[in-house]
Structures are given as C-alpha cells and as structure tokens.
C-alpha cells in the first residue's frame, strides 16, 4: 500500500502513524495510507514556515505569479486523473470531482494574477506638505483547516490566496479526504515553490488543528467546516491573537413561488438538495413553496429524485454517490426517522445495497419551519419542503434560521426576484439557480452563524491574506 507523508520545509516526513484513506463507494478499496501526525509535526512546519516567510514575502510578485501559475497548469493537465482521485476518496461523481479539479486549476491561474495586483493607495495627507502610503503586507503563517466535502476547491481557495499575497501556509487537510491536499502539496513543491512555503500535516483535528490553533508562531487560521469546530476555533484565535476567518454551515432556503417555470424550480432544487450527495454547505435543504404551485413541485419533486441513479462514484452513469462514512450515514439514517416521527410525509432516504454507503435522495414532504429537520444542517441528500401560503410568508420562512449562507428564489417575477435580492439575509442570492455550486472569481460567504470574518475567493480574498500598513511621509 503506498504510503504519504507530511511536507515539511521541503522535505517528505513521515507521521507517527497512518490512517487509511477509505473509497467510501468500496469500503474494500484503500486509496492510501496517509500519515497521521501528531503535534510536535505542527511545530516543525511552523518553524519551516517562519524561516522561509522574509523571503517569500519579500519576494518579487512575479515569482509567486510563475509558482501559482505553474501549479494551475499542472492541475489542469491532470484533470481527469485528480478528479477520479478526488471522485474515490470522497464520493461525488466523476463529472463533480473532474469539475472541481478544473475549478482548483481556475483558484490558482486567478490568483497568479492577484499577486501582481496586491493593492495601495497614495494620497496627500490633511497636513501640507505630508504624503500617506496604504499598503497592503501579508499576515505571516497561516494555518489553513480544510473540509473533507470539497477536497481539492478548498485547499485551492485558500492555499493560492495565502501564497500569491506572500505568506507561508501550514495545511492541515481533513482526514477522511487528504488524497487531493497531498497532490496540491507535491504540484506545488513540483512548480518550484520554494523549501517551507507551503506544509502539509496530515492527521486529526483533535491534534493538528489544535496545535495549530494554540501555536504562537501561526499568525491567521483560515478554516472551513462544522459550527462547534468553528466557534471554538473563533474564540482561541481570538485568545491568541490571531486573525481569523470562519466558514462554517447552512440551512439554505430555495423559495419557489407560484410563478416559477415548474421545470427550472425542480432541477434547480434537485441540483441544491441532492447533487454532491447533499455534502455542501451551500446545499438547498428548505424548499419553501407557494401554495398554488407546491402539489405538483412534491411531485415532479419526489419522482425526479427517485429517478436519480444512486451509485458507484466512479460509474460515469452514477448522478449521486455514496455518503461520506458510516457516522455520516447513521447520522442522515437519523435524520430520516426523526422527519417521520415529527409528522413528515418521507419518500426516499433509505439506504441503497452496495459495497459503500449509498442512500437514497430524501423529501421531507409537509414540513415546517419549527422542526429539527429544517432548522439543523444534516449534511445529507435531504431536504424539508415547506408550504407557504404566499411570498411574505415564504421571504420570512426562509431569513428564519440562525444560518445565512446561500438563499434561492425561483420566480418570473422580476418584482419578487429583486425585493428577494435585497431582504434576504444571506450572503449569497440564486435567482433560478440553486443554491449552491457557485463562481471561482467572485467573493463567497456568508452571515449571520454561517461564517465570520471576511470574504474568501476572487479580489475579496486579499482583506484576509494581507494586513494594512499606513505610512506617512514628510519632506
Ligand atoms: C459550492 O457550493 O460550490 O463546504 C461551494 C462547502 C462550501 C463550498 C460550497 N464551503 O460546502
């Protein structure tokens, strides 16, 4: 079985251990054995971090430009194969995984030109004679915790940011998913990055994203993943004076009004609710629907959705693949049977013979906006529909959750559409799309308990992976 280590200042060290990278399609298919490291890996790469930070900080931009822009080619040339690596070790489809490969290769040619574009201003000062200088520095070594959902897109999201503005990055990637880290930690020592700029350290958060977290040496932490996780994760950064920026859950809303083209509402929130097995923090899992249209939406809705082909990731005919773990699984198992006891019409959400952990889409038909089922994130291929008996109704519906991530109408009315846009709470709007599955060069996240601190991706990236200096300058 072939084994991956850490990457530390340049070199491949191996952990204390080793956890197996499982196929979730196959749970008899080993992707790999990947290491599975305890703090003192931590310590080591931030220690390789601060040597390399003066240089690569003080670097010319076109340097960080060629390293970025290296890496993307190289990710884009191996597409398909990533992707499969991507579609095997996590589970979503071949034609989702080789996606996000290709999106990763976009995150880094982007931000290969953001390093030539890092920002300033110069202007006079109120006082004669003095000018002011507004600059923008990187922060130092970040520490960059990624989910296991997205395992390519997110370390791409933050690692190319964090490198094009200069810092130095210790990654610690989600153990159930590092296969894709582990990949973008080889392209980019292969593209020339130079020794202790970018360090992988594979193993669990209670370990590594703990240490990380405590280190004085690692000035931000950029993390994406669970509410508890994240709110711990918030108040020690704060406690150790570190920057932080937090993406954490969802409880999308996707509205449907009676006006809505019935075949755009429902391939909309199959896409939002099901696709990527429902493991997206931006997924669709209320669907909030006018009277007038909701009968026959529950039943284009649940035939679509028993019509999907549930299956092998790696079966180019599969449209959705397996639930991450057994945990995962039990937990959605879960979630069924609470709809049910709390007076839902279900259909579908059993579980699918196989090898993996395959489960069947969920309509939690009949729901309100009162149950556990439309107010906690399940993570799952399931979604509440909720009826409502007008559009007022279904805008409060859907700004009523503690989440304000992603949030959906479909309409042909450019009145609601637009008084949509601006009355929900949320950070990102969908008019007749769903709700998740978004653009690389545009700023993503949310408000209200979906995320703190500011933007990731596209030009809003830099507020995190820069800090201001303001110089004043007299004759
Ligand atoms: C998307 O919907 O395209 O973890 C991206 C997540 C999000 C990314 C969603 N941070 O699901």
């Not at 298919?29 to 971090?49: L, M, N, P, R």
């Not at 059993?350 to 994130?377: H, K, L």
């Not at 950070?427 to 007749?432: A, E, I, R």
Request: proline letters at 5%.
């Amino acid at each position: 079985m072939a084994r991956f280590d850490n990457l530390i200042g340049g070199e491949w060290v191996e952990g204390a251990g080793t956890t197996a990278n499982v196929n979730p399609s196959d749970i008899e298919d080993i992707v790999g054995d990947y290491a599975s490291s305890d703090a003192s890996a931590v310590d080591a790469a931030v220690e390789a971090a601060r040597a390399a930070f003066p240089a690569w900080a003080g670097a010319s931009p076109q340097v960080r430009h060629d390293v970025l822009e290296a890496a993307g080619a190289k990710i884009m040339a191996r597409k398909d194969e990533l992707g499969r690596l991507l579609s095997r070790e996590e589970g979503k489809t071949l034609a989702e995984g080789t996606g996000e490969v290709i999106r990763a290769a976009q995150i880094f040619k982007f931000f290969a030109g953001e390093a030539l574009r890092p920002g300033g201003e110069a202007l006079p000062s109120v006082r004669p004679g003095i000018e002011v200088l507004i600059e923008r520095e990187a922060v130092g070594v970040v520490g960059l915790i990624t989910p296991w959902n997205f395992p390519i897109a997110i370390p791409a999201w933050k690692a190319a940011p964090a490198l094009a503005f200069g810092n130095c990055v210790v990654m610690k990637p989600a153990e159930l998913t590092p296969g894709c880290a582990w990949e973008i930690a080889n392209i980019l020592k292969e593209s020339g990055c130079p020794d202790g700029v970018f360090n992988l350290v594979l193993g669990p958060g209670s370990r590594i994203g703990a240490r990380m977290v405590e280190h004085p040496g690692i000035d931000a932490i950029s993390f994406t993943g669970s509410v508890p996780t994240g709110r711990r994760i918030g108040v020690q950064c704060v406690e150790t004076g570190k920057k932080v920026q937090l993406e954490m859950g969802g409880k999308n809303p996707m509205v449907v009004l009676d006006d809505a083209d019935l075949g755009v509402a429902v391939a909309a929130s199959l896409n939002g609710a099901f696709f990527s097995t429902g493991q997206r923090c931006t997924a669709s899992s209320r669907l909030i629907v006018t009277a007038g249209i909701h009968d026959a939406f529950v039943e284009k809705l649940t035939a679509d959705a028993a019509a999907l082909k549930v299956g092998d990731a790696l079966d180019p005919e599969t449209q959705i693949g397996p639930v991450v773990n057994q945990d995962q699984l039990d937990q959605n198992l879960a979630y069924v049977a609470l709809a049910k006891e709390e007076g839902c019409e279900v259909s579908g959400g059993d579980i699918a013979n196989g090898p993996g952990y395959f489960q069947r889409p969920a309509v939690f038909a009949g729901a309100d906006n009162t149950m556990r089922v439309s107010r906690e994130e399940i993570f799952g291929p399931a979604a509440s529909v909720i009826k409502v008996a007008d559009y007022d109704e279904a805008l409060a519906i859907a700004n009523d959750t503690e989440f304000g991530l992603s949030s959906g109408i479909c309409t042909t009315s450019l009145k609601h559409a637009s008084h949509f846009r601006r009355h929900a709470e949320a950070g990102m709007v969908m008019v007749n799309l769903p709700t998740a599955g978004v653009d690389y060069h545009v700023p993503f996240g949310g408000r209200k308990g979906s995320s703190y601190g500011p933007r990731e991706q596209g030009t809003y990236a830099r507020e995190f992976y820069t800090q201001v200096k303001t110089t004043y300058v007299a004759p």
